[in-house]
């Protein structure tokens, strides 16, 4: 084969992976490392170098061309199966593939919708962290809660509008969610107009491509301005008329069970020191924690006045348990409450009376038999509980 032919191999080579290199926008190394290789023989056979002094083996000289011819069809070859590809793809198929690129994007578009108009009907709003946790984005909802025409705030700058005395659990708290402490629940205060408003903040850690981000939502817990808040775990509890009917059916049942009266008995002095909303989310609070360690089933606790409370013990395993815990001084009952910055050991008087399957009085003797437990307990300086009877 002549030079003139070898050299036209080599442009139809080169011609190929530019070819490649404009259809896919990449190129292939061992392609151009293999041009190079061949380009340079192709010099060396062609024109006499100076620099170079032995003779050249006349096999080299007589495989060259094969080899060139070998190594250009292959590069034809590949560039072929790339194109082909391409080819069988017919009008319909390009069809086909249009209509499932529009159903995926409306499909898009009616979760973001259907997402949209979720969060719209929420009474809470959202907080969504940015990823290093400097700010966040707030819905419309959470603007209007918070009092803020903006939607986009700095952790910075909005520490500044929460009470001075809720802002160190604040951001501390921010700083520590991570996968392994992945939920946070906190209240504190935040400056509204001239004065300040609790709220409560509820967080969630989920990991999306290997990065943490967090979703929270709020909600107002200030009884004079949002009074659909948590103050329902107190305001929903059942009272004493409600009392009278469960102790009516409960004495009917062949089984011991335990009527406890409960007074909070420094929620005055607390709202005297923090004011009534303070004082009305530590009872919240309060009743929650001995919902869940004594009364979970329905109708076990009533509201009886403001600060006072009675309690329905069927379960001997409950009452034992109670009974360590005031034996104990132990904080199931005096419990250490945190709202916002604000810390306080809510302390009850309980009056406990019992009553048997055997038991002869009525219910309003059973239920003064609590009361009059209390009243003792109230007056004793020494212990905060009394049993009727003991």
Request: hydrophobic share 45%; charged share 25%.
């Amino acid at each position: 084969m002549n030079n003139l032919f070898q050299l036209i191999l080599l442009v139809v080579m080169a011609l190929s992976m530019i070819i490649h290199l404009i259809l896919y926008k990449k190129t292939q190394v061992w392609k151009i490392i293999l041009f190079f290789l061949l380009g340079a023989v192709y010099v060396v056979l062609t024109y006499p170098l100076p620099f170079i002094s032995f003779d050249i083996p006349s096999i080299v000289i007589e495989i060259y061309p094969y080899v060139l011819l070998f190594f250009v069809s292959l590069s034809l070859i590949t560039l072929r199966r790339k194109v082909k590809i391409t080819q069988n793809l017919t009008d319909y198929d390009f069809f086909e593939m249009e209509k499932e690129l529009d159903d995926m994007k409306s499909t898009s578009e009616l979760l973001r919708l259907r997402y949209i108009s979720t969060i719209e009907l929420l009474q809470e709003g959202l907080f969504f962290y940015q990823e290093d946790v400097s700010g966040f984005f707030l819905t419309d909802q959470a603007s209007k809660i918070l009092g803020v025409k903006e939607h986009e705030i700095l952790i910075e700058e909005y520490s500044k509008h929460i009470h001075p005395e809720d802002q160190g659990q604040y951001l501390s708290t921010i700083k520590k969610i991570s996968k392994k402490s992945p939920n946070f629940d906190l209240k504190y205060r935040i400056k509204r107009e001239n004065g300040y408003v609790w709220i409560e903040e509820k967080a969630k850690v989920f990991e999306y491509e290997n990065k943490i981000h967090i979703i929270s939502s709020i909600q107002g817990i200030d009884m004079k301005l949002f009074p659909q808040t948590l103050i329902h775990e107190i305001d929903s509890l059942p009272n004493e008329s409600n009392l009278i009917q469960t102790l009516t059916q409960t004495i009917k049942e062949p089984e011991t069970f335990y009527l406890v009266m409960i007074q909070l008995t420094n929620i005055v002095d607390i709202n005297a020191r923090f004011g009534r909303d303070v004082g009305n989310l530590m009872i919240a609070e309060y009743i929650k924690k001995i919902r869940f360690h004594f009364a979970k089933e329905f109708n076990s606790v009533f509201r009886i006045t403001g600060i006072q409370f009675a309690l329905v013990i069927k379960e001997q395993r409950k009452y034992e348990v109670l009974l360590r815990a005031l034996q104990s001084g132990g904080d199931l009952v005096n419990l250490n409450l945190s709202i916002g910055g604000i810390a306080q050991v809510v302390y009850p008087n309980l009056g406990i009376a019992k009553h048997e399957p055997w038991s002869s009085y009525g219910i309003s003797e059973f239920v003064s038999m609590s009361n009059k437990a209390m009243e003792e307990a109230i007056k004793n300086p020494k212990r905060n509980y009394a049993i009727f009877g003991e």
